[in-house]
C-alpha cells in the first residue's frame, strides 16, 4: 500500500484567515479515501504579514481547529506553518 502526500498551493488573501480556511475547506473536499498526508504552505492562512497581532492565534484559535476538524473529517494528517501566540509577545511557528 502506498503513502500518499497531497501539496496544496492556494491563492492567499492577506491577513483573512476566514477566507483563506473557507476556500482550502472547498478544495479539500473529496480528499477522503485519496490521500494520508496533506502539506500546506507555510503561512497558508493568512499570507505573510509582520502584524503579528493580526495573525498568530493561540492553540484553540481558528485555524488550529479547522486543521483538527479538517484532519478528523478526511481522514488525514495535516503539516502546515502558522504564528501561534503562546504568550503575550511570543510567537512561534506550528507544525501539526
Do not use: Y
Not at 54 to 79: F, L, P, T
Amino acid at each position: 500500500m502506498a503513502f500518499k502526500v497531497a501539496l496544496i498551493q492556494n491563492d492567499i488573501a492577506w491577513e483573512q484567515a476566514g477566507s483563506n480556511l473557507n476556500h482550502l475547506s472547498h478544495l479539500l473536499q473529496g480528499l477522503e479515501d485519496h490521500v494520508d498526508l496533506l502539506v500546506l504552505p507555510e503561512m497558508f492562512a493568512t499570507g505573510f504579514s509582520m502584524d503579528t497581532s493580526c495573525i498568530a492565534q493561540g492553540m484553540d484559535g481558528q485555524v488550529v481547529e479547522w486543521m483538527k476538524e479538517m484532519a478528523e473529517k478526511c481522514a488525514i494528517a495535516i503539516m502546515a506553518h502558522r504564528p501561534l501566540k503562546r504568550m503575550v509577545k511570543f510567537i512561534i511557528g506550528l507544525c501539526l
